[in-house]
Nanobody, 118 residues
């Protein structure tokens, strides 16, 4: 039982920065990794970034590599996605996700809308 709540979405212009946050609660002791996914209208949900909870190892989609940075605060059970140099193509609903003891993402937040205007 893990609950995830995202925040920080909004409307920005191309080139701007935005920071998304995710707070985890419930039984999180067995969490292996947390990550961010996004889904644009009419498209399938796609992977954005991932971070292992204990080691802090990161992984990024090629489309965001070099622009987005994922981080976590183990003490506060929070995870963030710093998004720089935003593009209109980044417009989507962004979802926070968490795994259990394995790499599969079993828990999801409600999503937060990020809209990047040109």
């Amino acid at each position: 039982q893990v609950q995830l709540v995202e925040s920080g979405g909004g409307l920005v212009q191309a080139g701007d920065s935005l920071r998304l946050s995710c707070t985890a609660s419930g039984r999180t002791s067995s969490t292996y990794a947390m990550g961010w996914f996004r889904q644009a209208p009419g498209k399938e949900r796609e992977f954005v970034a991932r971070i292992t909870w204990s080691g802090g190892n990161t992984d990024y989609a090629d489309s965001v590599k070099g622009r987005f940075t994922i981080s976590r605060d183990n003490t506060k059970n929070t995870m963030s996605l710093q998004m720089n140099s935003l593009k209109p193509e980044d417009t989507a609903v962004y979802y926070c996700a968490a795994t259990g003891a394995t790499s599969g993402f079993d828990y999801w937040g409600q999503g937060t809308q990020v809209t990047v205007s040109s």
